[in-house]
């Protein structure tokens, strides 16, 4: 039984510097730039473990690395900024890390034009595949994500009829469209669909549709914390459908805030640690260690991240000192088995991978084992 618990708290500050390896000199900077504070700084403080964890586990001897971690605050205004703090210091040569496509689509023409190389971890936007020669993911898009669950409802779930609640953002309306057309293609038929905000408290209105058009699936494209709070409503309305989501609602907090609500809801995410392959056993044990909490799919894929480009940089000052268009055209072609499985980028810097569902089951999320 998978037991995903909140992640500890942190102290969070504007930006400051973490030397990595116990040597004296630092060779190497990389900028590590999430969103920390807020309703949802519990994605990019996850995401930070589990970089923070790499970059400990991974250290080599002769390669001396430090982070300067830049909370971002969700903002685009802040991500151009924190950008062309990393661009102006020639001691960072890579920069990790993104909770918002919208603050990662800000940053990245000023981090392209300072030829800065980018391998983010929770940022899922189709306007950022080819947006830049500099920049990758080791997450899957909005596309290929909402894809699978739409295939996943109609051919698993064996879904007939579908509402469509999605959070008005490139986020929601991206994921949702992919999963209703993939939906449509398996043979569910979508009987309706409507919006919402982030930030909002009331769904009644929109539940009240929802139960007239009595489907017995409903697809929330959104965070957990409003998908938690649909899910409470909708138990006090007497709406019985099965529900299910999206890797931004495979959070503890969607339990937590649901007031049990969310027992049995299906989500997606890239990571299942349960899988006990070597690579992913040492990883859950050492973030147990560290963190006192069960790694999430944003810690696995920080984790894989800065595993990558710790590799790539040892591999490189090999033969050279590292600069970052060297470190950005072996990223380019690097092939790295991590804890999410095979990581390697196509010419649009998006990665291929595996997606894993998961059923909250007595308050935690169980895998659901495909046959």
Known sequence: MIKWNSILPVSILLGYAVLITPAAATDYKVGLTATYSGDF?????SLRNGAELAFKMKAQPDVNISLDIVD????????VLVAQRF?????????????????????????????????????TSPDLSGASAYFHRNVMTDAEQGSRMGSFAAEKLKAKNIYVLYQQDDYGSGVSDAFSKAAEDGGAKIVGGDAYHLGENNFRMILTKVKAAGPDVVFIGGFYA????ILDQAKQMGLEAQFIGTDGSLNPQLVALSKGAAEGMVVYGMFDPSIGNEESASFVAAYREAYKAEPDVWAALGYDAASLLVS??????KFADVDR????????VAKYQGVTGSIEFNEKGDRQGQLFFFRVKDGVFEPVRLK
């Open 87 to 123: 661009c102006a210091d020639p001691s960072v040569v890579a920069v990790l890390g993104y909770t918002f496509s919208s603050v990662a689509l800000a940053a990245v023409p000023i981090l392209d034009e300072c030829r800065l190389p980018v391998v983010a971890s929770a940022v």
């Open 325 to 332: 268009e060297d470190l950005n055209a072996a990223l380019s």
């Open 312 to 317: 790539t940089i040892a591999e490189q000052k």
């Open 72 to 79: 971002d605050r969700g903002s685009p205004q802040e991500g």
């Open 41 to 45: 700084a519990a994605y990019g403080q």
């Open 226 to 229: 409003e998908a938690a709070k």
